[in-house]
């Protein structure tokens, strides 16, 4: 197959929506990471996305909607809390996880009894998505396993052949996926950590949310049981910063690559940016990952950020880097 990069314009836009009315699955960018889109509504449609991605078929995927309306053709009860998160929050990072409306199939679901529903706040995203006018069924667009894509050429590095259509955009201001919030439960669950944090959320609901594992272990989002954000070289992480510990992996690799926050710049040749602050952390780690692995063998990543405004990045970086920490 030929994958055609069109700059977003009303023309590719009208190109997206054939694709999308065909069956067809079209890369597109958010404020968060680039997303591998399909009507939601057409099961053949969706199982190409899995096909394209490599993804295991019973790891859900996000319902993408252009305005909250929308939330109630596919969420077969929107609870108070819902609607207060719809509110405030969105369109913007977050995700929320609803009981689902049975027209929903269960490939998008992942045979689930729930769906995720996002409305992301980009103007590309939000261009593309009302444009097409079905509720676009969309993972990040990487191939499973892989580092996230943050810009156009991310997702040509792993969907070229794969699919017809990426639409170019921006590259992506957040730098990580949303926050999943599962509202379907007795109790608020943050299912994945984001940029939007559990203060924001806990303030609008006006009630204490929970991460599942001050619940229960097991009750994860599915999405977490996998291999995931895994750069191609070998990955170690370090969380406090401890520059003895730092020196001496060095000493042991002098040929690493090290993705650190700036005020680690200058101990090895081979550094890439996570810039200062939390946020920064978040815009640059997927692009870190991905220009590391193309000149390292191995990687040290530091990040030594505490609070919850670090915590979406610190849930990416320990997976990326397979639980090996210094
Ligand atoms: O920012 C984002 O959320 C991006 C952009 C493209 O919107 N999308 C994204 O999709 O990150 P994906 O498929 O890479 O991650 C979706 C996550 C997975 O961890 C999945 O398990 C979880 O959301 N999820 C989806 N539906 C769910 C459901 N019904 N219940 C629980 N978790 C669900
Ligand atoms: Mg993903």
Redesign the pocket.
């Known amino acids: 197959m030929k994958t055609q990069v069109l700059n977003i314009d009303e023309k590719s836009l009208q190109i997206a929506k054939e694709y999308i009315a065909n069956g067809d699955v079209v890369a597109f960018p958010?404020e968060?990471?680039?997303?591998l889109g399909a009507n939601a509504f057409n099961e053949v449609a969706v199982k190409k996305i899995f096909e394209a991605k490599g993804r295991p078929s019973d790891?859900?995927?996000?319902v993408?909607v252009a305005d909250k309306q929308a939330v109630y053709g596919i969420a077969s009860e929107v609870t108070d809390d819902a609607v207060k998160v719809m509110d405030s929050l969105m369109p913007g990072?977050i995700?929320i996880?609803l009981k689902k409306q049975s027209t929903i199939p269960h490939c998008v679901?992942?045979g689930?009894d729930?769906?995720?529903i996002?409305m992301?706040s980009s103007d590309e995203a939000q261009a593309f998505l009302s444009a097409v006018e079905y509720p676009i069924c969309?993972?990040?667009?990487n191939t499973s396993s892989r580092p996230?894509p943050t810009s156009w050429s991310h997702v040509a590095e792993d969907m070229d052949g794969k699919v017809p259509l990426i639409l170019k955009g921006k590259d992506c201001q957040v730098g990580i996926?949303?926050t999943?919030l599962?509202l379907s439960r007795d109790v608020p669950l943050i299912?994945?950590p984001?940029m939007v944090t559990k203060s924001e959320i806990e303030f609008v609901l006006g009630k204490e949310v929970f991460f599942p594992d001050a619940i229960d272990k097991s009750m994860n989002?599915?999405?977490?049981r996998y291999k995931h954000y895994a750069p191609n070289c070998e990955t170690f992480l370090n969380t406090d910063g401890d520059l003895q510990k730092i020196w001496d992996f060095f000493v042991e690799n002098p040929d690493a690559g090290l993705i650190a926050r700036d005020k680690f710049w200058g101990l090895t040749p081979k550094f890439f940016s996570l810039g200062k602050k939390a946020q920064e952390g978040a815009h640059n780690i997927f692009s870190a990952l991905r220009d590391a692995e193309k000149v390292c063998d191995k990687l040290l990543i530091v990040w030594d950020l505490k609070g919850e405004e670090a915590d979406g990045v610190f849930n990416r970086v320990i997976k990326s880097c397979g639980g090996k920490i210094i």
């Open positions: 958010t968060t990471v680039y997303g790891n859900p995927l996000i993408h990072p995700t996880v679901t992942g689930l729930t769906v995720a996002r992301p969309a993972p990040s667009a996230s996926e949303s999943v599962d299912l994945r984001g989002s599915p999405g977490i």
